[in-house]
């Protein structure tokens, strides 16, 4: 009976695909609560940074630190200062001491490390170093108190995520985008390849083709159903995880840069791009009709192409190579930043995804089932 | 051949194999091989390990493909009209899984509805003939039980045409006598079943004609009453002296042989006038006996070996 197959995949395989589903949504929904700490520039994070003011010299790498600001909102004349110097920001072990300092200003340079060197590797540091990172933090001192006006680098930096990924963050379409091709084509993409390999191999491994096809249900609707049951269920998952991430960059307040549609649809879109996937494992399931290799396989084909995509976005000389490039055909950026879904690119990899899938039919039906 | 067998050969094959040949690559699986199984009939198909028979059945379900040879199943080509055959035959796999995780009963409604059937009644009825648990788990079936639940599927749908690889693996001996009876019931209600094995005794205890297959080639298809007949009879007779052996040396002796005053001899015909010259002489001691299919399938088996 039609649909009986289809029916039968989605009920035998709901426990794996529900906990996956909950992973799924829970990594992309939580990833995204963390876009407003990579967004906002690391220096902010040094406490009372705002108080200090700071100056370097390219030519002679002289530091000159002014807090004369603070001094005249927040105390009075009377204070003098210490100032601490470390490689870190941390102030617990300083490899510079200064507790003389009367004015709100400190004029620093890197050769008074070594006037009180008690580290006998600082001067190779010091050599080595094109551009020495420090940490200074100023205190105030008053009789016996003492009060904390601020720490700065001489580094100016964002964050971590900028110089890694080149981006500033403050687009959280771009971020969006980053999470999409780092690690979600690879985790759905694997797992989907995995479930669809063995929704078949097993059937061959356990010995159940010869029951299966005891009964009048051809080879094409075997594999029809499975190819429609694994789609659905795709779709599925990305409907809620696409819910899912409105939900929480809405919960972030963002949602004014982005639409909800687009958010939803920028996952949507990769729907024709699982289902070339999944086609392509079947058609390895038929073919090699063991899991292990049939697996082994479909994982080399979605590595390959993770590879060669990233690879050919990092170097403008591979330019050439991208349209080779399954990955290239999800164009969730354009979704993102102009709310443009390329009809092209989603109907290139529907007909590829029936290409393929009708090339798994011809292979099995002309195969052998091994007893 | 008896009248009812001569009545179910005059209509028209529900199986019929013509010059059916699979070969793997270089291997040859089974060789040209010509086969008719008859509406009503219980046919078995005698080989030993690896003589070819469960290729041939594969190869008549389309679950291989053929080198060469034709397979109609009910007037249907087996690999164009597969699927339209499979709705009127029942098949159990030599060798077969289920899913481990479903109960018994939840794998068979699947696999009957597949086949469009609704009516469970019969699948209920063969388990309790079977003394079947259905509500057991596959993975915590026996070996025996878990080939209950294969025969249970093969005959559920009650199609016309029932085909059995090595149907009795696994059942215990009072098992696979309930299950030779329910092949007689199925037989008696119009069903043809066509039934591999290399048990030899189940052959000939259920089936009517008997296809022996050797190195994939088919040897001989008779029926089992027939085949007995023309294998003769092992007559052995002790004398108290010496005999004449040329008085034996008539139509229908074979194998003479001697051993003292022991002589042994095979007599497909004229048994008449080769005992009424044994009782020329003084007997001490005498047997007369019937070929079974054991020693049919040995003589084959044996050639098998010799060549």
Not at chain 1, 229 to 247: C, D, E, I, P, R
Not at chain 2, 230 to 257: H, I, Y
Not at chain 2, 277 to 286: L, P, R, T
């Amino acid at each position: 009976m039609k649909g009986r197959t289809f029916l039968f995949e989605l009920r035998s395989r709901w426990k794996g695909l529900t906990i996956f589903l909950i992973i799924v949504i829970l990594l992309m929904a939580g990833y995204v609560q963390i876009f407003p700490s990579v967004s906002e520039p690391f220096d902010e994070d040094l406490e009372g940074a705002e108080n200090i003011e700071i100056e370097v010299d390219e030519e002679t790498g002289v530091i000159s630190l002014d807090w004369g600001h603070w001094e005249e909102t927040e105390a009075d004349p009377d204070h003098n200062y210490t100032v601490l110097v470390n490689f870190i920001p941390n102030m617990v072990q300083p490899i510079y001491r200064n507790e003389s300092i009367t004015e709100p200003r400190f004029v620093f340079h890197p050769s008074m490390l070594l006037e009180e060197d008690k580290n006998t590797d600082l001067s190779m540091i010091l050599e080595d170093e094109e551009e020495l990172e420090l940490y200074f933090a100023v205190v105030g001192v008053k009789e016996d108190s003492r009060e904390f006006i601020g720490m700065r680098s001489n580094v100016e930096r964002t964050n971590v995520f900028e110089e890694l990924m080149g981006t500033d963050w403050t687009d959280i379409g771009d971020f969006i985008a980053m999470l999409y091709n780092m690690w979600f084509i690879l985790l759905v993409g694997l797992y989907l390849a995995y479930v669809s390999v063995n929704s078949v191999t097993k059937d061959f491994e356990e010995r159940r083709m010869d029951i299966i096809f005891s009964t009048p249900l051809s080879r094409r609707q075997y594999l029809l159903e499975k190819f429609s049951s694994l789609g659905f269920y795709t779709f599925v998952l990305l409907s809620l995880t696409a819910l899912a991430m409105v939900g929480s960059v809405y919960s972030l307040g963002e949602l004014g840069q982005l639409s909800a549609s687009t958010v939803f649809l920028s996952l949507i879109v990769s729907w024709p791009l699982f289902l070339v996937l999944i086609a392509m494992s079947l058609l390895v399931a038929v073919y090699f009709k063991s899991s292990r290799t049939a697996v082994g396989m479909a994982f080399f084909f979605i590595f390959i192409q993770y590879a060669v995509h990233l690879v050919a976005d990092m170097a403008e000389t591979l330019e050439l190579v991208k349209p080779y490039t399954l990955i290239t055909y999800w164009d969730h950026s354009s979704v993102l930043s102009e709310s443009v879904v390329s009809s092209f690119d989603v109907g290139l990899l529907l007909v590829l995804s029936v290409l393929v899938f009708g090339f798994a039919v011809m292979v099995f039906e002309r195969s052998d089932i091994p007893a | 051949m008896i009248d009812w067998m001569v009545t179910k050969m005059e209509k028209e094959p529900v199986m019929k194999i013509r010059g059916l040949t699979k070969k793997y690559g270089d291997v040859i699986g089974i060789k040209d091989l010509d086969l008719d199984v008859y509406p009503g009939e219980i046919m078995g198909f005698l080989g030993p390990n690896g003589a070819g028979k469960t290729t041939t059945i594969r190869a008549c379900l389309a679950l291989l493909n053929k080198t060469a040879g034709d397979v109609k199943i009910f007037g249907l080509d087996s690999h164009k009209d597969s699927v339209e055959i499979r709705r009127d035959v029942g098949y159990l796999p030599g060798d077969f899984g289920m899913y481990p995780d479903m109960k018994a009963k939840a794998i068979l409604k699947y696999l009957l509805s597949q086949s469009d059937v609704s009516d469970t009644t019969k699948m209920y009825e063969l388990s309790e003939i079977l003394d079947l648990d259905l509500n057991k788990k596959y993975r915590e079936l026996s070996k025996g039980n878990r080939q209950k639940v294969g025969i249970v599927q093969a005959f559920m749908a009650d199609q016309d045409l029932v085909i059995l690889d090595e149907p009795t693996g696994g059942l215990d001996p009072l098992m696979q006598h309930k299950f030779y009876d329910l092949l007689r019931k199925e037989s008696r209600e119009g069903k043809t079943i066509f039934m591999s094995s290399h048990i030899l005794a189940e052959v000939e205890e259920v089936c009517d004609r008997v296809a022996i297959i050797r190195r994939g080639e088919l040897q001989v298809v008779e029926e089992i009453s027939s085949l007995q007949e023309k294998m003769g009879k092992k007559l052995e007779v002790e004398f108290r002296d010496g005999v004449d052996l040329d008085r034996f040396d008539m139509q229908g002796v074979e194998k003479v042989e001697v051993d003292g005053n022991r002589v042994s001899m095979i007599v497909t015909e004229n048994l008449d006038e080769v005992v009424k010259e044994v009782s020329k002489y003084d007997i001490m001691n005498m047997s007369l006996e019937t070929f079974n299919l054991d020693q049919l399938f040995l003589t084959y088996y044996r050639e098998d070996e010799g060549s």
